[in-house]
């Protein structure tokens, strides 16, 4: 039997021998028991924050709409699924950098409150590698982070909005008047009115350009959107006329209806508050780009909202920094100050955002710039706060 894998044992031998350059891929070389410790600290006290101040936000909502849910009868397994199923990741990943600021915070001053802290740097470790778990927990947030606000997110909030538009009175602009839209090179689509919960639009014409000429104007008494087509653009018009024109020439065809691909769709023609929350990452890519090649101007905040995300997702490194330098070392207030100046910070980071996604959409600010305006100067404050830690 032994002779028979013999084989096979020399074979994984020489394969290990092979592949023994990817040693630095084994965890256990930068991952040791201390910093499995500070891990697992770091990531438990982060979810067990969340649970608290989500909690206690979701019992302020109730207390705050249960008269709305009852006036419109909101079902109960609306209110659950639809609802706060979808509100606790929107929120929880809203204010992910308040999470970890206190996560930080929290757990770092307890260590240093029990001289945890001093006796590892008093081993001989550097501030630099106390860092390190700390630095791996963010990789692991801020994955988390950048996965929940690019895909899932995006999902629930259609149906969150949906929900609050039924029982809760927020009012959905479903309609749009005299729609006027560059869909292609040349090519300009107008429509009177534009129903929404219909995907139905009335009055509409269609006139393209070639040499700034005009060769072709086409009516419609009605288009209709095709929700169930298995490719997107795809409409039907009624009643509908084209007048070809060539030189003095004018050649005229109509019909009843008429199947049709317009480079257009339904969030191309009705904007609502916060439609760019419902769109994944690359659907907003997508978007931007499309907007972008017709000429609109009306992408800033959709920009703004796909930088954000990205920008967002560093923060936890910027304020993890800083609440370990700040934290780390022994005082005698305790904690107490530290989660204050923790709290006050973070607010003043998603006030900041606010404000500068604001500034970008109002003052015609690069959007890129607006979105990491904050991580640039809480930076700073991070550059400034590792000076000063304690070695």
Known sequence: MKDRFAWLIKFCKWL????????????????KRLDWYIIKKFIGTYFFSIILIISISIVV??????AKF??????????????????IPYFANLFSALFVFIAVIFFTSKLAGNSEVIAILAAGV?????????????????????????YVIPHGNVVRQNFESLYKNKKK??????????????????????????????????????????VDHMTAMEIQYDTISDSKYHWRMSNWKERHLRGLREHITNGNQKDTTLYMEPTDLVYSKGQQETFTSPQLKEYISKQKNRGSG???QYEVEYHKRIASSFASFILTIIGLSLSSRKRKGGMGMYLGLGLALSFAYIMLQTVSSTFAIQADAPPMLA????????AIIALFCYKRAPR
């Open 16 to 31: 290990g021998i092979k592949l023994s350059f990817l040693g630095f891929l084994n965890l256990r070389r930068y991952i």
């Open 61 to 66: 909502d109730i207390n705050e709409n249960l």
């Open 298 to 300: 009306n992408v800033v």
């Open 371 to 378: 979105a990491w305006i904050p991580n640039m100067i809480f």
């Open 173 to 214: 602009i479903t309609s749009a008047d005299n729609v006027m839209l560059q869909i292609d090179k040349g090519v300009i689509v107008y429509i009177q009115h534009y129903d929404d919960r219909l995907k139905k639009g009335f009055g509409f014409s269609l006139d393209k350009f070639e040499n700034k000429k005009l």
């Open 70 to 87: 009852t006036e419109y009868h909101a079902p109960l397994k609306a209110i659950v699924f639809d609802y706060y199923a979808n509100f």
């Open 126 to 150: 550097s501030f630099k590698r106390l860092m390190r778990p700390y630095m791996i927990s963010c990789v692991l947030i801020s994955m988390l982070n950048y996965y929940l606000s690019a």
